[in-house]
């Protein structure tokens, strides 16, 4: 196959605090968890709860350090996954994230899109982007506050199981 990008409907996006959900009431496009050189975080739900921050030089955080410290504060009673952000520009970011209950990990497309999210919300970004990850780039495009994410598809594992 000459392209093997699929493309997948993540499902509807919310920054209302009881969707995170948060603990209280607090503006969700300002988080205030301060990582330095980081704007403050927004917080969405994709089915799961995302914190977003923007910054520079994603690469130089200590994630490690700061992604539990984050995943696990108290504002968000159902921990959170945390993504950093770098802006290439208004159409492509960098990105590396700390999954929540997983750790550092090398792809996530509910932060992508999560990411994008944010990003529109902020202002920062157009509605379509391409989100460069360690292994490669995906393609979220936000429409009517659902995520639609684009990437290639690649075959993982083959297997044979005996059933007797």
Known sequence: IENNNISVNLGKLSHNWQDIPLIKNIDTLNIPININGFSPGVAVNIGNPHVVFFGNNISDVDLPSIGPEIENNELFP????????????????????????????????????????????????????????????????????????????????RGKIEIK
Request: aromatic residues 4%; proline residues 1%.
């Open 78 to 157: 159902n921990k959170t996954n945390v993504e950093i952000i770098e802006i290439i520009n208004v159409n492509k970011i960098k990105m590396r994230v700390w999954e929540r209950d997983t750790g550092m990990t090398l792809a996530c497309g509910s932060g992508a899109c999560a990411a994008v999210y944010a990003g529109t919300l902020k202002k920062l970004l157009k509605n379509r982007v391409e989100v460069e990850l360690e292994r490669g780039s995906l393609f979220i495009s936000i429409e009517n506050n659902e995520a639609i994410m684009e990437g290639p598809a690649e075959i993982s594992f």
